[in-house]
């Protein structure tokens, strides 16, 4: 029997390009659901730092409305995607039956396991603004200037390239990801494994990895319906 979850993703604006972006958080969540037989009923996507609360989280807040309602857990890739706050962590519980995984620990946390992990997470985040503002002191004395706003001519120049980038990396790898599949490999591990023996690279120039391929995948299921679309404009 398959369990349904309500999953849960957060990010900041200076994470949204790093180890906590928005798709790094779906594909762990994602592993995690497929080990443990679990089906997401729902997603919530938000943009928020994670030292506020629910009155300037309403996606968060949402998301915890529903899962009570409907009586699912809740999950999140990391515990710091709920939190990095010690005194939120005890509203985030209203009965002892509610649940919440936590992705990347492998775990279902409770109202006692949860401050104490995020106490971890609140220490952490102080620690790393703690490592940023003494960074940027001493960049200030060696005569680094910080700032300054991009040209909206800019910020297209690089999203243009961006897209062209995401664009030849799906074209190299998608046919030798659908060769595999068609040789019998089903998971995103098994046609990383084949991808790898036929000696593919990742952009980066390592071993092609999982997430590498959900990307791919990922980006092929978004353009099914567009290029149906384009096929039956042709027959026209």
Request: glycine share 6%; with cysteine; aromatic share 8%.
């Amino acid at each position: 029997m398959t369990n349904k979850v309500v999953a849960y993703l957060r990010s900041s604006t200076s994470e949204s390009k790093q180890t906590y972006s928005l798709e790094r958080q779906k594909f762990i969540i994602n592993q995690f659901c497929e080990q443990n037989n679990l089906e997401i009923e729902d997603w919530f996507e938000e943009y928020a730092s994670g030292k506020y609360g629910f009155d300037r989280r309403p996606i968060l807040k949402s998301a915890v409305l529903k899962a009570r309602e409907k009586k699912m857990p809740i999950i999140v890739s990391s515990i710091s995607r709920l939190s990095r706050n010690v005194s939120f962590g005890s509203s985030l519980f209203e009965s002892k039956e509610e649940k919440i995984y936590v992705a990347d620990l492998r775990m279902e946390v409770n109202r006692f396991t949860i401050n104490i992990l995020l106490a971890v997470a609140q220490n952490e985040s102080e620690m790393i603004s703690k490592r940023v503002s003494q960074g940027m002191a001493l960049a200030k004395e060696r005569g680094v200037k910080f700032g300054g706003i991009q040209s909206e001519e800019g910020l297209k120049r690089a999203q243009n390239k961006r897209r062209q980038q995401g664009l030849m990396t799906y074209e190299k790898y998608i046919k030798p990801i659908e060769d595999a599949q068609e040789l019998g490999c089903t998971t995103n591990s098994e046609i990383a494994e084949r991808l790898n023996n036929w000696g593919l690279k990742s952009p980066q120039g390592k071993k092609v990895s999982p997430m590498l391929i959900w990307r791919i995948l990922n980006r092929k299921q978004k353009h099914k319906p567009r290029e149906k679309n384009i096929n039956q404009e042709k027959k026209i």
